[in-house]
């Protein structure tokens, strides 16, 4: 389905959904959470300010869930083009950067070579460090020496970052370069489809980012198989209007990116996540980037749990870096407000994931304490607010829209709902923690394990998992309210943490891990009948 933007569109910036986000969470203040604060006795300040600090919380959470949820339904009213674009046949030479780290995919590098785009040519960027993928990539060069280039350096300094720059710098002299990850497979006219997007008279447009599908395998895990849709939730749902609507970010691979404009900003910043760093510094200079939804590779979901949760923290990590070393300068350039809420929307999960962890604990408390003592009842809707229940809702709600307009496969968008649920849950204390450290400590970028590599994971962290899970149980029981099915799902998967790291294996626990991973995300949805219940009493 084409879009109906051209490569001469502007960085000017619609506020519609931004302002529709923000209206509906106004009036839910207004409405349902402030008459509800208002009966609380400002007087007595221990049970008026818990309350309070807690429906802060779950208010800023609503906040972040209404406005990804007001994105992903204005995606199905985006306007499409109302006839194909002229076919050209663009001569430009490109290059394309295939980047490797321990983690090379014959099968993806091949689909880099056989593009069917007659002026281009692929250089392998390769900074692995084990000797199993220097020789498959020796093996590989050997068959085709004509065909591609190997690029290495003497060092890993910067990350995938400073592979990318050393690359641009000493071996690239072409104007367009495409970004290729190591297990992105590329459909043979993906780059001809992509060069007719080259903007020819708006100098302003510095990358061209593509969408993505799941890569389909018929090794494919468990895990893969049941949280791969959530690639196409992404890319089809939360960034298709952000070109109009939002802050279009540049995703590391699958783009095209201006050489005179990565030059202008002085490269690619050293950092994790080096992608959105350096659509925040070219934002800065009022140059921005296109989004193409009907122009589509394939890229591989994490194997395992273990894998998740390697990229999950990473990006975590990277976060907390890009807020401490290019979020100021970002807030304080000419970019426009709407591309500066829209960012801070799409990385505040991050933040908020610690505190929503321990408001998790404090909302058990304080509604235990409004439960036993009767003294004030939920208006019928604020179960929806009160606590998670409603990103719970939208994740159900856009999965099946998506998951099911896709695959028409019902079956697969519950199985995406409750996997998810406690995926997520599961891995939102570690995520949280990871954000808070690198607040103080620089991250070290770590690579997601690829090519169907199983990741153990730390018997430390591990055991953490369990005592926290323990803790969150018996806090549910001891102040047993409406609330506890929400304390008692998240210590469910809390306590599944180490069990979710079998998943992919066939094996008793195995099994018994891919029947547990229900249970949080039916426990949440008891929980919106049980409070819902109590509201109406």
């Known amino acids: 389905m084409k879009r109906a933007n051209t490569a001469a569109s502007t960085a000017f910036k619609r506020p519609s959904v931004v302002v529709c986000s923000l209206g509906l969470w106004l009036l839910f203040l207004v409405v349902i959470i402030w008459p509800w604060i208002d009966q609380f006795d400002t007087m007595d300040m ?24 007001c994105f992903k339904l204005a995606a199905f009213f985006r306007k499409t083009a109302s006839q194909p674009e002229p076919a050209r046949s663009p001569s430009q030479s490109i290059a394309i950067l295939y980047v490797t780290c321990d983690d090379f995919n014959p099968n993806c590098c091949q689909s880099c070579i056989d593009q069917d785009y007659p002026s281009c040519r692929v250089l392998i960027c390769d900074d692995s460090q084990e000797l199993k993928y220097r020789e498959m990539i020796r093996e590989f060069l050997d068959k085709r020496s004509t065909k591609c280039e190997l690029v290495t350096r003497p060092n890993n300094q910067g990350f995938k970052a400073g592979n990318l720059n050393h690359a641009l ?57 049941a949280l791969s849709p959530e690639v196409t939730l992404f890319y089809s749902r939360d960034l298709s209007v952000r070109e109009t609507f939002g802050f279009v970010p540049l995703l590391g691979h699958g783009a095209l990116i201006r050489r005179s404009a990565w030059s202008a900003v002085g490269g690619f910043p050293e950092r994790v996540s080096e992608d959105f760093a350096f659509a925040l510094r070219l934002s800065s200079r009022q140059q921005h980037g296109i989004y193409v939804d009907d122009i589509e590779s394939y890229e591989a979901y994490p194997f395992d749990f273990g894998g998740f949760m390697i990229r999950i923290r990473k990006y975590a990590g990277g976060t907390a870096e890009t807020l401490l070393r290019e979020a100021a300068a970002f807030f304080s350039s000419s970019a426009s407000r709407v591309e500066k809420y829209d960012f801070g929307m799409q990385v505040s999960w991050y933040v908020l994931a610690p505190v929503m962890v321990l408001n998790s604990f404090l909302s058990a408390y304080v509604v235990h304490g409004l439960w036993i003592g009767g003294l004030i009842r939920l208006h019928p809707l ?10 719970f809702l939208w994740v159900v709600i856009t999965s099946w829209l998506v998951v099911v307009s896709i695959t028409q496969n019902w079956q697969k968008a519950w199985r995406f709902y409750f996997w998810s649920t406690a995926i997520y849950t599961s891995a939102m204390p570690l995520t949280g923690l990871s954000f808070i450290k690198h607040l103080f400590a620089r991250p070290i970028f770590k690579r997601t394990p690829k090519n169907g590599e199983a990741t153990r994971l730390s018997w430390v ?77």
């Not at 221990?46 to 949820?69: D, E, K, R, V, Y």
């Not at 179960?383 to 990103?391: A, E, I, N, V």
Request: with cysteine; proline share 7%.
């Open 46 to 69: 221990t049970s008026f300010l818990l309350p309070l600090m807690s429906a802060i919380i779950w208010w800023l959470g609503l906040l972040w869930a209404l406005h990804h949820l």
């Open 382 to 391: 604020l179960p929806y607010l009160y606590s998670r229940m409603l990103l």
């Open 169 to 225: 710098k000493n071996c690239v002299n072409e104007e367009w370069v495409l970004l290729v990850d190591a297990d992105q497979l590329l459909p043979i006219d993906f780059l001809t489809k992509l060069a007719k997007r080259l903007p020819s008279d708006d100098p302003s447009v510095a990358f061209i980012q593509a969408a993505h599908k799941p890569l389909t395998d018929p090794q494919e895990s468990p895990f893969q198989a």
């Open 461 to 537: 962290e591990s055991i953490f998992m369990i005592f926290l899970g323990l803790t969150a149980v018996t806090c549910a029981l001891t102040w047993l309210s409406p609330f506890s099915p929400v304390l008692i799902g998240q210590g469910v998967a809390y306590l599944s943490y180490t069990l979710y790291g079998r998943l992919c294996t066939r094996s008793l626990l195995g099994t018994l891990s891919r029947k547990l991973v229900y249970i949080p995300g039916l426990l949440m949805l008891v929980a919106i009948f049980t409070m819902l219940k109590w509201g109406r009493y």
